[in-house]
């Protein structure tokens, strides 16, 4: 889960807790491919937090529950997901079995693409993902939520548009608010690879096409080299 070169903080708290406000890491900032010290925690039952360095809304793994034993020693490992960040997490006690805890969320940003001049709110189940609306062609950070079926949906300009979707545990994903041939608003989606190019010389580049009066679309480069072909309206190149 740390392909992007950063470090992660270490959470332990009840299970009860719920936001990590006023808590304090119980590891901080384990660098990609390192190793932290251990740590001294009493036994009992706790929930196990993973955020990106310093920042505590950077969720990258959790598990609700998990018990520590007297004098256990137990060495945690994030597993990397499809996510640039997202993590499962292998847990290898000193004497026993290792246990995985797979990874139960999915990164998802929002763009409002259907409209020059309205803001819109995007949510989650009816509940909206962030206080802040997003603006007219506007794109929203990533928001860390749980995998699975969600209704996923956008308000904007007293109208109300959603849809059913699987949310898979480990991606990275982009959903857009955008207008179909007829006008009408429609809610399209993408899985995003944000993993860098393995070539040290070039950048990784693909065309969105949010456009739908303006048909198919391709992407070019130095007055003609082709880099997309002809896209669709509301889908994505490779």
Not at 68 to 86: A, E, R, Y
Not at 119 to 129: E, K
Not at 225 to 235: E, G, Q
Request: hydrophobic residues 35%; charged residues 10%; glycine residues 8%.
């Amino acid at each position: 889960g740390l392909q992007t070169g950063d470090g992660v903080d270490v959470y332990i708290t009840t299970t009860s807790t719920t936001s990590l406000d006023n808590q304090s890491a119980a590891i901080s900032n384990v660098t990609e491919s390192g190793t932290s010290s251990f740590s001294k925690v009493s036994k009992g039952t706790y929930s196990l937090w993973i955020t990106g360095n310093g920042d505590t809304s950077d969720l990258r793994a959790y598990v609700a529950s998990i018990t520590l034993s007297d004098q256990g020693i137990d060495t945690f490992v994030l597993i990397p997901t499809n996510s640039t960040t997202l993590a499962s997490v292998l847990r290898l006690p000193q004497k026993g079995t290792s246990t995985t805890y797979a990874c139960t969320l999915t990164r998802v940003r929002f763009v409002n693409a259907a409209s020059a001049s309205a803001s819109a709110q995007a949510t989650l189940d009816g509940t909206a993902v962030s206080s802040a609306a997003i603006g007219a062609y506007g794109v929203s950070s990533y928001s860390q939520v749980t995998a699975g079926s969600r209704l996923v949906g956008f308000t904007i300009s007293g109208s109300t548009v959603s849809s059913q979707m699987t949310l898979v545990a480990g991606d990275d994903m982009t959903v857009a608010l955008a207008l179909d041939s007829s006008g009408a608003y429609t809610v399209v989606s993408f899985v995003d690879n944000n993993f860098p190019s393995t070539s040290s010389t070039k950048s990784k580049i693909r065309l969105v096409n949010l456009a739908a009066t303006a048909g198919s679309a391709q992407l070019t480069y130095n007055g003609g080299s082709l880099l997309a072909d002809y896209t669709a309206a509301n889908s994505a190149s490779s």
